[in-house]
């Protein structure tokens, strides 16, 4: 081996040297960076030269830069995102629903039902007593505007999440761009034979951020880009195809609902509903449809049946009976046609007055309770829902509240448990990709040292090569 073919080896090994202690380098300075993959160094012998048919070694380099990824545990991880996010959504629309059926200050709709039928206990021991029957009227005016309310705080709740839908797909739009322009770089960087580990970083990342938006699946291509998609049947809708990125729309209906539908990079659109989602995988969007469309409608349909039920027996006490002056077939409650709206639309009969309550059963017997004692017997009767009952008036809004209740429980022990699990996966993740402070530090000293060492083996060939030209002259 000549001298010039030492003074390359020993460049050869400082070169690749400085290149890992740059790689270690980068490793330490990003060890606080989320969703950033420990890079590494591969280091290999330089292709070696044959002269007088021996081959002679060229030294080190650095063939490439690697970096610790499991693309299995990353879709795991991003499956994770979406079901904690869809989990969190739901619990904390939950827990501030919880408050307008809770009966914690005494004083809400289980409290107005109560109160109404108590005040005509009161009327039973004096029928013919105006303040008595200023008392009904005055609770019935309460039970009315707590039903009111209630309707008001779920529709609102409603509200809140149809109109959250149209910065959530702005939002969702924008990260699909950004993942498009990511792959780009990606492949553009690919062409050129550099190392674009970092921006695939930020790719996954933003693949993770968008999963806890909206559940999505994806691809990892053979030239380093990736496509993601949602699945309808058998059908897949790229909303980031290579460089190229699809949208979300979010279209009020008539009725003022958006609907929200996905537009993939070639042009394909399909509505997102139950056919793209089941459940928890579809993210903080499908949470925002699903409270909107089913979870509050639901508690409001009950809310609805209570009031239904509540005017349809009390309309039918109050109709047959007598007031002091004889009158009857008196409503008490507007009448209801419908379940539907049923609360929103309750209201004291605009016929009625307290002149006209009746609580005598019998039109000769004005002083008579006997109405009044029926209307009494209302509270311990089944009379849930109209037409075929099977619970009581505050059994069945006990039940209400109680399933509000388990149902807000529930959520936070599934959202605790969404937790912990993705904890988990991220400490499995960042066993494998994650940055490790003491295993850097030892690196550097190691390339360190071998720096040192090619660096003294360039000195000694100079030293070397000065000898030689002194013999000369």
Known sequence: MGLSSLISTARSGINTYQVATNVAAEN???????????????????????????????????????????????????????????????S????????????????????????????????????????????????????????HSVTQSLTSAADTQNASLVPLTESINKTLTNIAQLNLQIKSIGEVSANPN??????????????????VKYTENADGTTDVYLTKGNVNYNLVKGATAGSLTAVAEPGGNYVVTAHDAAGQSTAIDGTVYSGQEGGQLWATMQLRDTIIPGYQSQVDTLAKSITDAVNGVQSTGYSPTGATGQNFFTPQSTVAGAAGKFSIDSGLTSGTIAASGNAS??????????????????????????????????????????????????????????????????????VSLDEELTNLMTYQRSYQASAKVLTTATDMMDMALALIR
């Open 365 to 434: 017997l004005p002083g008579d309770n006997s109405n009044a004692l029926a209307m009494i017997g209302l509270v311990n009767a089944y009379t849930v829902p109209s037409g075929s009952p099977v619970a009581t008036f505050n059994s069945y809004y006990g039940s209400l509240v109680s399933t509000v209740g388990l149902d807000v429980q529930s959520s936070k022990t599934v959202v605790a448990q969404d937790t912990a699990f993705l904890k988990q996966l991220t400490t499995l993740r960042d066993s494998k990709s994650g």
């Open 28 to 90: 330490i300075a990003n060890v606080n960076t989320p969703g950033y993959s420990r890079q590494s160094a591969v280091i290999e012998s330089a292709p070696g030269t044959t002269v007088n048919g021996v081959t002679l070694g060229a030294g080190v380099m650095v063939s490439s830069v690697t970096r610790y990824y499991d693309g299995l545990m990353q879709k795991q991880l991003v499956n994770a995102n979406s079901t904690q996010s869809y989990d969190t959504q739901k």
């Open 92 to 147: 904390t629309v939950l827990q501030q629903i919880e408050p307008v059926l809770n009966e914690v200050a005494n004083d809400g709709l289980g409290a107005a039902i109560s109160n109404f039928f108590g005040s005509w206990q009161d009327l039973s021991l004096n029928p013919g007593g105006i303040s008595e029957r200023q008392v009904i009227m005055s609770n019935a005016q309460i039970l009315t505007d707590n039903f």
């Open 198 to 215: 970092e921006i695939k970083d930020q790719r996954d990342q933003m693949i993770t951020s968008l999963a806890q938006r909206m559940g």
